[in-house]
């Protein structure tokens, strides 16, 4: 069964940092994409990065609102993913999710097959 | 960025009955279309993938169709356990976007 537990949330001040974690368990996390996804209220659910596999390049991708902001990494020795929120901003409050994510052929973005419980971001001073 | 347009935003029916859940694309994203589940406090689920294609596990009484720019979700009889919001996912073009949610609740 595959499980994603996200953990390193909680309460920052804007311009503040956070980093978040995933652990990975159920499948091969060396041969999986990954991607973070979060979800608002107001913005709905909103893909914030992915990281392609090592033998991939480890490629990492971004959206325009969190790009040069977030860093996406993973340590497949310990089946984690990593999220680095740097600089902070009020509109990054969001439940942060870790899927398991899918190319698809024939396709330019991706699928999310898996998902984790989710850890609460709040950027409040 | 492409547009995913959900109707309606709150779908009433009582079990046992048929829903159908409308997704609309702003430009064709051919059938690279997913639908998810998410149900109170938990994550979302993926349900539906290819427009038409049901995940692992998922029952035969969720099915979708339509490709290019109109997609439709149907549950045939719903379960109790189908009371929950769905959004639809396109996966066509860079990047990935979701529309803003159907709930489905009990009448």
């Given at each position: 069964e595959v499980q994603l537990v996200e953990s390193g949330g909680g309460l920052v001040k804007p311009g503040g940092s956070l980093r978040l974690s995933c652990a990975a368990s159920g499948f091969t996390f060396s041969n999986a994409w990954m991607s973070w996804v979060r979800q608002t209220p107001g913005?709905?659910?909103?893909?914030?990065?992915?990281?392609?596999?090592?033998?991939?390049?480890?490629?990492?991708d971004y959206p325009a609102p969190v790009k040069g902001r977030f860093t996406i990494s993973r340590d497949d020795s310990k089946n984690t993913l990593y999220l680095q929120m740097n600089s902070l901003k009020t509109e990054d409050t969001a439940v942060y999710y870790c899927t398991r994510t899918r190319e698809v052929s024939g396709a330019i973005s991706m699928l999310y097959d898996?998902?984790?419980?989710?850890?609460?971001?709040t950027v409040s001073s | 960025e492409i547009v995913m347009t959900q109707s309606p935003a709150t779908l009433s029916v009582s079990p046992?009955?048929?829903?159908?859940?409308?997704?609309?694309?702003?430009?064709?994203?051919?059938?690279?279309?997913?639908?998810?589940?998410?149900?109170?406090?938990?994550?979302?689920?993926?349900?539906?993938?290819g427009a038409s294609t049901r995940a692992t596990g998922i029952p035969a009484r969720f099915s979708g169709s339509g490709s290019g720019t109109e997609f439709t979700l149907t549950i045939s009889s719903?379960?109790?356990?189908?009371?929950?919001?769905?959004?639809?996912?396109?996966?066509?073009?860079?990047?990935?976007?979701?529309?803003?949610?159907?709930?489905?609740?009990?009448?």
């Open positions: 913005k709905g659910l909103e893909w914030v990065g992915r990281i392609k596999t090592k033998t991939g390049g480890g490629t990492t898996d998902w984790g419980q989710g850890t609460r971001v | 046992g009955e048929r829903a159908t859940l409308s997704c609309r694309a702003s430009q064709s994203v051919s059938s690279n279309l997913g639908w998810y589940q998410q149900k109170p406090g938990q994550a979302p689920r993926l349900f539906i993938y719903l379960q109790s356990e189908d009371f929950a919001v769905y959004y639809c996912q396109q996966y066509n073009n860079w990047p990935g976007t979701f529309g803003q949610g159907t709930k489905v609740e009990i009448k």
